[in-house]
């Protein structure tokens, strides 16, 4: 008969910044190659390689072949949850440099969490879903301690949201898949906490479903590297019109011109 939860085994696994630092490179859902992954840890292949085969067997990460490569991605959503939550009670790394800054800024601003929007965009298109009456149940505000009903319930789940009337019409008429969503296995409204704001952004399979639908329409792009996203100017009118939300002036990305 198994024994208790070995939580010291996945502390292990976590408690080595190259491995967390791969870890953190696939926080958006994509297969990344090892090679990239090398990159992202700031270690030799061949390194990379040892910790890739730990976390694998740890069941942190799933890996696929293709041809001669390998890709790795998150073994699920578990694992993103997990990494979030371990995000929001760590101390913040020391910026050392401007590149380091710059990409810690843009994480704060928009990122894919696992599959879905999170940042101060995805926090601010919650809220802005709430006071437009196309999601209820809740205020998007975290509130670790209300009632003490974080620790009666799954992460997630305390809190809960349902997609209106309104609020299936406005996401069917920017192309959502409501009818896959509603679906998939996965629970249909859900949240994160978010680990930058402390508020709530959408999860589950509509807020995957969102988050796509954003992608497709180029409102949202993601960055060559990382799991930071920019957030278009199309982007930023298409969620005043749709979603009421007024983008800060700081969200937009806007390319550089070439004289």
């Avoid at 990460?61 to 890709?71: D, I, K, Q, S, T």
């Avoid at 800024?105 to 196309?134: E, F, K, N, P, W």
């Avoid at 974080?150 to 009818?179: I, K």
């Avoid at 329409?217 to 939300?245: I, K, M, N």
């Amino acid at each position: 008969m198994p024994g208790d939860a070995d939580i010291a085994a996945v502390g292990a696994l976590l408690g080595d910044r190259a491995r967390t630092r791969i870890l953190s490179a696939l926080s958006d859902g994509r297969a990344l190659a090892a090679s990239v992954l090398a990159v992202e840890a700031g270690v030799a292949a061949s390194t990379a390689s040892e910790h890739l085969a730990r976390l694998v067997g740890g069941g942190l990460l799933a890996c696929e072949r293709h041809g001669r490569h390998r890709y790795y991605r998150l073994a699920g959503p578990d694992v993103a949850r997990l990494l979030e939550a371990m995000a929001r009670l760590a101390p913040p790394e020391p910026v050392t440099s401007l590149r380091q800054g710059t990409r810690a800024h843009a994480l704060r601003v928009a990122r894919s969490c696992y599959d879905h929007l999170a940042g101060q965009v995805g926090t601010g298109l919650m809220a802005a879903m709430i006071d437009g009456g196309l999601i209820e149940g809740g205020d998007g505000v975290y509130r670790p301690r209300a009632a003490g009903r974080d620790r009666l319930s799954a992460a997630g789940r305390d809190v809960d949201y349902v997609l209106t009337g309104r609020g299936a019409d406005v996401l069917s008429g920017l192309g959502v898949d409501l009818d896959g969503a509603a679906a998939s296995r996965r629970a249909f409204v859900r949240y994160c906490v978010d680990w930058s704001e402390q508020r709530h952004h959408l999860a589950g399979a509509l807020g995957a479903a969102l988050h796509d639908r954003l992608l497709e329409l180029g409102w949202v792009r993601r960055q060559p590297r990382g799991r930071a996203v920019w957030l278009t100017p199309a982007g930023a009118g298409g969620l005043e019109r749709t979603f009421g939300l007024v983008a800060d002036a700081a969200w937009v990305h806007r390319p550089a011109r070439v004289a």
